[in-house]
T-cell receptor
Framework: IAGITQAPTSQILAAGRRMTLRCTQD?????MYWYRQDLGLGLRLIHY???????GKGEVPDGYSVSRANTDDFPLTLASAVPSQTSVYFC?????????????FGPGTRLTVL | QKEVEQNSGPLSVPEGAIASLNCTYS??????FFWYRQYSGKSPELIMS????GDKEDGRFTAQLNKASQYVSLLIRDSQPSDSATYLC???????????FGAGTRLTVKP
């Protein structure tokens, strides 16, 4: 069981370019999340999805979009990247149906926007 | 005011000592609290969750919750160099059930 995988591991991107970060989980969790982690600011929620077909905005959603076409995949898209989006991005998932709701994290994607 | 606050550290303790990590939160109706450990360059991993006032022990780790004071802490007994990491406090918001994380406390355990 792989758990949560993210791709790419790291990326350097020119400002203004479009970029999609991929996230796949094999735990059949209903909820998935995208966070960014910046030094001194901790993890901040970008978008989330409680179940396939639904998405919601987190603390810092501007400049990002997500989709949840199925249970396993939750891609994060930067339509036109800006340098302030340089960060480490973590995808996470949880099983809200059990009541435990512990979030499990992927290995992260380090994104640099120049 | 940040929703979840932690001392950024670094906190340095000698091997074998007790490390005490503290966290305060602003939303009084929060019900679920978590401690994650994050090694440098790695993703966060859950250490403990706590939902009721008082202490919860798991091996060398003890989580303490005081809802009246809006305070949650993590004690690490017999600290080991392998405990050196950043510890993240997280609080689940009561309605949306989203998590809010503190900025983390960096712990160094010196041999």
């Amino acid at each position: 069981i792989a758990g949560i995988t993210q791709a790419p591991t790291s990326q350097i991107l020119a400002a203004g370019r479009r970029m999609t970060l991929r996230c796949t989980q094999d735990m059949r969790h209903n909820a998935m999340y995208w966070y960014r982690q910046d030094l001194g600011l901790g993890l901040r929620l970008i978008h989330y999805s409680n179940t396939a077909g639904t998405t919601g905005k987190g603390e810092v959603p501007d400049g990002y979009s997500v989709s949840r076409a199925n249970t396993d995949d939750f891609p994060l898209t930067l339509a036109s990247a800006v340098p302030s989006q340089t960060s480490v991005y973590f995808c996470a998932s949880s099983d809200r149906g059990t009541g435990d709701d512990t979030q499990y994290f992927g290995p992260g994607t380090r994104l640099t926007v120049l | 005011q940040k929703e979840v606050e932690q001392n950024s550290g670094p906190l340095s303790v000698p091997e074998g000592a007790i490390a005490s990590l503290n966290c305060t939160y602003s939303d009084r109706v929060s019900q679920s609290f978590f401690w994650y450990r994050q090694y440098s360059g790695k993703s966060p991993e859950l250490i403990m969750s706590i939902y009721s006032n008082g202490d919860k022990e798991d091996g060398r780790f003890t989580a303490q919750l005081n809802k009246a004071s809006q305070y949650v802490s993590l004690l690490i007994r017999d600290s080991q160099p392998s405990d050196s990491a950043t510890y993240l406090c997280a609080v689940k918001k009561p309605v949306t059930r989203d998590m809010r994380f503190g900025a983390g406390t960096r712990l160094t355990v010196k041999p």
